[in-house]
């Protein structure tokens, strides 16, 4: 799949880090480091902007690594970008550490993955078909 994608930053475009990886990393791109302090929450510049194809959007992820060494997760998780989306790619990122944080230009803050969704065509009807299952949600069907 190609994606028209237009770099501002001062780094490279993202690249897959191996042949079956699902998403790349996004870079911090800032003239500053950023500092990050506990349960605080700041908006991160990529430099990069996207043209997705109808059908298509980008989801934003945390990093595995970040989050279980540093505990820095992206707040919004997974975030959408739309593919009629063309302003900046910036993340929502959040310490839930007891530490400070220093986020450093060029630093690798989230994944991105490339997905697939539909859009659902609204059938109002007066009930659903029953299931086994039921109305039973949030831990309902056990260990």
Known sequence: MKINIVNR???PLPEY???LSAGVDLRAN???PVLLKPMERKLIPTGLYLELPAGYEAQ???RSGLAIKKGIT???SPGTIDADYRGEVCIILVNLSSED???NDGER???MVIATHAQAEWMEVGELTETS???GGFGSTGK
């Open 9 to 11: 930053s001062k780094h």
């Open 17 to 19: 880090a191996t042949s």
């Open 30 to 32: 800032i003239d500053l």
């Open 60 to 62: 934003i992820r945390p």
């Open 74 to 76: 992206v707040l919004n």
């Open 101 to 103: 944080f220093l986020i």
């Open 109 to 111: 803050i989230c994944q």
């Open 133 to 135: 299952r039921g109305a």
